[in-house]
């Protein structure tokens, strides 16, 4: 047992974020702590499945562009730094009907940010790309620069960068509870005590829990992914098939080349609209799960839909507006939270990383964070309280 052992900075979640933010905190000179309740990296919350897109028209938001700009340059330097690769090119494609947000936030993004760019239809997407089958009233935006990471690759490489900066990391230690004194943090886990003059909480799923501040505004929700064999696997190679993002009838659906699992790799946002405890969700796969999954890739990438080669739940968690949760404490600046990442945050965390070594260090950042702030959800509605 560890009894009231002083840190500069406490993480609290050592994965996508917490990782990267341990990182960064070490590369600035600070004595880092990072606690993780589970294995390093694991399979319990938002970060495993070997892959998550990451792409610079962004129909979210086109403020989160400069963000990403960063964010690419980042995952470059931690790949130079690992002697490894971490993040694949293969381009990126919205599409959606040409009246949607996919297809016209995305394109309002290019334009607005001079992003190299193509407007194309359904049909034109599929003589390029023939992986494809999209619907005849679709229409797209392809940008070159999407791709994807290797998930559990970057956590990893986060975390050895961390540990060769001074960082001391453990797995396998929950936090039980935490409080703020005039002297600084204190931190009590199932292992021991800690000590340190800034806490940062990355805790995924599990944030709305260790933070009464964002109650109800980090919601975890499940979700599933497949993996389906290929009956023409050339077709879903990284080199000719590009990343998706695609709304038709059935919801809005994400999907990737074949890296790792042998097989094409879809995902539905907001998949059954399970809200869960992360603690006691069901975590096996099952038919109901599978079926939607299977049907868009039979309907609109038939080569794709052979055998099944994996199913995976993971955990989205959701702040009501759908952008991230990432600022200090209202009730105290020594605590910085990053948490409501939404099935969109992880090619963030390089950047989310950085930012948090600034709120943890200067109380501010030169990003600018401004939609990503708890006080959005405190007026008018009282929402955070």
Known sequence: MSRGRRFDVIVVGVGAMGSAACHHLAGRGRRVLGLERFDIPHSMGSSHGVTRIIRMAYFEDPSYVPLLARAYRLWRELEAEAGERLLVISGGIDAAPEGHEVFQGSLASCRMHGLEHEVLTGAEVGERFPGYRLPDDHMAVYQPDGGYLLSERCVVAHVLAAQRQGAEIHARERVVGWDVGAAGVEVVTTRGEYRA?????????????????????????????????????????????????????????????????????????????????????????????????????????????????????CLFTNSPDEHFIIDLHPDSDRVVVAAG?????????????????????????????????????????????
């Not at 000719?240 to 094409?264: C, K, L, Q, S």
């Not at 709120?359 to 600018?368: K, N, Y």
Request: aromatic share 10%.
């Open 341 to 385: 990442f939404s099935g969109h945050g992880f090619k963030f965390s390089s950047l989310v990383g950085e930012i948090l070594a600034d709120l943890a260090i200067d109380g501010e950042t030169r990003h600018d964070i401004g939609l990503l702030r708890i006080s959005r959800f405190r007026r008018g509605t009282g929402a955070a309280h």
């Open 197 to 313: 003059d800034r806490l940062v909480i990355t805790a995924g799923a599990w944030s709305g829990g260790l933070v009464g501040a964002i109650g109800g505004l980090a919601v975890p929700e499940r979700q599933v992914l497949a993996w389906f064999q290929p009956t023409r696997p050339e077709l879903f190679a990284p080199d000719r098939f590009p990343i998706f993002n695609v709304e038709v009838d059935a919801g809005h659906f994400y999907g990737f080349p074949i890296e790792t699992i042998p097989g094409f790799k879809v995902g539905l946002y907001h998949h059954l609209g399970e809200e869960v405890d992360p603690d006691h969700m069901d975590r096996e796969p099952n038919a109901a799960d599978e079926a939607p999954l299977r049907d868009f890739t039979e309907r609109h990438f038939p080569e794709a839909a052979g055998p099944t080669m994996a199913l995976k739940t």
